[in-house]
T-cell receptor, first 113, second 116 residues
Framework: NAGVTQTPKFQVLKTGQSMTLQCAQDMNHEYMSWYRQDPGMGLRLIHYSVGAGITDQGEVPNGYNVSRSTTEDFPLRLLSAAPSQTSVYFC????????????FGDGTRLSIL | AQKITQTQPGMFVQEKEAVTLDCTYDTSDQSYGLFWYKQPSSGEMIFLIYQGSYDEQNATEGRYSLNFQKARKSANLVISASQLGDSAMYFCAMREVRRGGFKTIFGAGTRLFVKA
């Protein structure tokens, strides 16, 4: 089972460059989300989606764009990378329901120079 | 506004002893879900246990139990008989119903060290 697949695993960007972090899941989950993890701050929600064509902002959406054209894919776009966006990014998916846990990808470690 | 607070940045426990990791939350909703996840040094996120806001019994999953005190808005994780493999980061999370579906936020985490 592939589960939640994130690519790339590592990336170094220069300030001002753009990039798309890919996330795909093969579990037919309606719910998908993006988090960033920074030391001492836990996981902070960037954007989330409850199905194809539906997205909403999380706690820290500025500087990031998302779209959900299919159930399987939920890419995260950085339009103009900033050093403050250096972080580990996690994509997660899960079934709709208040009691449904999320399944996480392995993360993308992103450094902005 | 949602908020999850984990006040213990780091905790030490002796192997085979029990340990409690604290979590308090802030919400005005009546229906919500509370989760605990484990993140070992390898980085993956592992779901441990769930508690619903309407559940009257505390949730248990093997050596994990959740001490749910609704009036105090706390959802502490209890790990019994700690093992060396329990050394990891532990995150408390809350899910609420929001426009468009559900929204899950996490606390800052507690790093647990199990001593032999």
């Amino acid at each position: 089972n592939a589960g939640v697949t994130q690519t790339p695993k590592f990336q170094v960007l220069k300030t001002g460059q753009s990039m798309t972090l890919q996330c795909a899941q093969d579990m037919n989950h309606e719910y998908m989300s993006w988090y960033r993890q920074d030391p001492g701050m836990g996981l902070r929600l960037i954007h989330y989606s409850v199905g194809a064509g539906i997205t909403d902002q999380g706690e820290v959406p500025n500087g990031y764009n998302v779209s959900r054209s299919t159930t399987e894919d939920f890419p995260l776009r950085l339009l103009s990378a900033a050093p403050s966006q250096t972080s580990v990014y996690f994509c997660a998916s899960g079934r709709t329901g208040i009691n449904q846990p999320q399944h996480f990808g392995d993360g993308t470690r992103l450094s902005i120079l | 506004a949602q908020k999850i607070t984990q006040t213990q940045p780091g905790m030490f426990v002796q192997e085979k002893e029990a340990v409690t990791l604290d979590c308090t939350y802030d919400t005005s909703d009546q229906s919500y879900g509370l989760f605990w996840y484990k993140q070992p040094s390898s980085g993956e996120m592992i779901f441990l246990i769930y508690q619903g806001s309407y559940d009257e019994q505390n949730a248990t999953e093997g050596r994990y139990s959740l001490n749910f005190q609704k009036a105090r808005k706390s959802a502490n994780l209890v790990i019994s008989a700690s093992q060396l493999g329990d050394s990891a980061m532990y995150f408390c999370a809350m899910r609420e119903v929001r426009r468009g579906g559900f929204k899950t936020i996490f606390g800052a985490g507690t790093r647990l060290f199990v001593k032999a």
